[in-house]
């Protein structure tokens, strides 16, 4: 998706500022809003890809003006609205609406606690092999859909060398959509700076990305 969250490269935001002891959270309810996001991953009414997701389809303006933890709550928001979670008038007033939907299990320590350790590996295995090898030169896919993708703008088009193959894990692209997870080959593919930058990056400098194979072609 060629959102406004794809910010590598682009010019014009200046310096980025470096706090120096920085808390882990500048305020309490950076906190919380940390804890609602994992929480609300309980009941699996959506993924890790469709979560990052929906905080890339935030309006442009939003995405820009809120801070870290206000764009996982708005993202949150949408995400359980759209879900059946909660209702839009519900987050409106702060109160149940009448008939309201009651979701179980109910959320307690037990079944967190057992649903954070289960995590979400993304690790597959799928009978196609690998269409590349490390050592293989590749070049980057340039044009994509509209979705969500992993390949960042200022890698399409680009020439680059794989570097690790990590077998087959689920595709992002179609998981973010809840439309199947269609595992692929994954591999790390490393950049020259210059090739990417530009003549005035450094030579010795290297990129190195996390891409699957439909984004990749043979060089």
């Known amino acids: 998706m060629d959102g406004i969250h794809d910010l590598g490269g682009m010019e014009g935001f200046g310096e980025i500022p470096i706090e120096e002891n920085e808390p882990v959270f500048h305020a309490e309810w950076e906190a919380r809003a940390m804890a609602m996001r994992v929480l609300m991953g309980f009941w699996r009414k959506w993924n890790l890809d469709a979560g990052r997701h929906s905080a890339e389809k935030l309006p442009p303006a939003d995405y820009l003006g809120y801070s ?6 708005a993202s949150l928001v949408n995400l359980t609205v759209g879900a059946g979670l909660v209702m839009a008038e519900e987050v409106g007033t702060g109160r149940k609406a ?9 959320i307690n320590a037990t079944g967190l606690i057992d649903f954070l350790g289960r995590g979400n590996p ?3 295995e799928i009978k ?19 979705g969500h993708n992993r390949l960042p703008r ?9 570097i690790l193959h990590h077998g087959a894990h689920v595709f992002p692209d179609t998981n973010a959509k809840l439309s199947g997870e269609d595992p692929q080959h994954l ?5 020259k700076a210059g090739e990417l930058w530009g003549d005035e990056a450094c030579n010795q ?8 194979e439909s ?4 060089e």
Do not use: N
């Open 122 to 124: 993304a690790l597959r």
């Open 98 to 106: 009448t008939g309201g939907q009651e979701y179980t299990p109910p």
């Open 187 to 191: 591999y790390t593919v490393c950049f």
């Open 215 to 218: 984004y990749l072609a043979r």
């Open 205 to 212: 400098d290297t990129v190195t990305a996390d891409l699957w």
């Open 128 to 146: 196609a092999k690998p269409l590349f090898a490390v050592g293989d030169s590749v070049r980057t896919a340039y044009h994509m859909h509209s």
């Open 154 to 162: 200022y890698a399409r088009g680009q020439v680059g060398e794989i």
């Open 68 to 73: 870290y933890y206000e764009r996982w709550l």
